[in-house]
């Protein structure tokens, strides 16, 4: 098919492609280019006329929680591990009941698939019957998406605390067994919770599966400066929090896909080694400033090249909108320059952007740009009922839709080639 629209994407970290009144070629699900013009040979390819409407890439959340959606928007004034025990645990441990699940996964999964979130890492609980529920819904969507059946079996209310390490090891092995069989979009991920709720035996199981079964790893790390004073205590053999999953292997090694949330406070040998295990970083400035944690210092990763994505990481940030993850992580940016490092500058929302599409895409393969061999994942947008008296360039419709970070203005979505979403 071939989409006509005034086309945006990143070409690069700090360069912004536009094209009005573009076409956008896609052959069997891969992009073949952006033209002025329909190249002669595509010319029997179906149009879909979009024109006036902004058409940019779907946007990538590298982090979420969907057991926590339900109670996003609760408990914003409290720090991370308080925030832990008062809401998440206890709304976690209803996912028991699949009939809860099924009620408050529905929610989770209509806001996703209505919204502007194509492709999504995202953390489900423990319970097995409420998982495989969970990847069900979203393979319903056509959404890509990598979901993980979190282990934990310590420091955790006894009604998620699993029994053993061995107890999570069964668990999750015929989960991944079962989630490979059943579902062809939804992949399962493995999913330490993060060092605190999982003990040295849990750890070593969960390398055993990763490598039996290829899967890629997401966690937490350095979120907060008492979850990394706790880390300390529980692996004092260690030298920095990320040591603490390497001596795993369950922090890539180069070779597995890898996303830790946060890293707000992760520097020096530590930063050095998620560069070395090619780990990417999912940011997630909305809880990193409801929870307390801090301000994670985005632009010295980019300089040193360590791959940034972008998460809404519910319920900790009470929006699962990525528009609002792009324009809170440039204001987040702006406070880190101007209060903690004058030479670290901000970034401009055409860095934002790109994270929230190419770099994050990445993670799941050539996926996030208008360019020939690209998978098409696209949104088109009508920002017409955006009121202005004055004529605005392709860059400026754009920084307009991200700011005001309202999903009611996409019109269609489209995932690998195929319409996944329709206000129409």
Sequence with gaps: MIIKGDICYSK??????????????????????????????????????????????????????????????????????????????????????????????????KALKSGATTRALIFATLHTPATLLLMEKLEQTGLITMVGKVAMDRNCPDILRQESAEAAYISTKAWIESSLKRFKSTKPIITPRFIPTCSDELMQKLKHLQERYSLAVQSHLSESQSEIEWVKKLSPSTKTYAHAYEQFGLLGGGKVKTVMAHCVWSEGEEEQLIFDNNVYIAHCPASNTHLSSGIAPIRRFLEKGIKVGLGSDIAGGPHLSIFRA???????????????????????????????????????????????????DALIIDDSKIPTTNPLEIEERLARIIYYSDDNHILQKYVNGKEVFSSE
């Excluded at 009005?20 to 329909?38: N, S």
């Excluded at 008062?86 to 009941?97: A, I, N, R």
């Design 12 to 109: 690069t970290q700090k360069e912004l492609k536009t094209v009005k009144g573009g076409y956008l070629v896609c052959e069997d699900a891969i992009i073949q280019g952006v033209f002025t013009k329909i190249p002669e040979k595509y010319r029997s390819f179906p149009l879909k006329d979009y024109s006036g409407k902004l058409i940019i890439p779907g946007l990538i959340d590298l982090h979420t929680h969907a057991p926590q959606y339900a109670f996003r928007g609760l408990g914003m004034d409290m720090q991370l591990l308080d925030w832990l025990d008062t809401y998440t645990f206890p709304e976690e441990s209803k996912y028991l009941h699949i009939d809860y699940a099924d009620k408050a996964y529905a929610l989770f999964v």
């Design 326 to 376: 792009i324009s809170s992580a440039v204001e987040a940016s702006k406070m880190y320059w101007r209060l903690i490092d004058r030479d670290s500058p901000p970034l401009t929302l055409n860095e934002a952007f790109y994270l929230a599409t190419a770099c994050g895409g990445s993670f799941f393969s050539k996926v996030g740009k208008f360019e020939r061999g690209y998978e098409l």
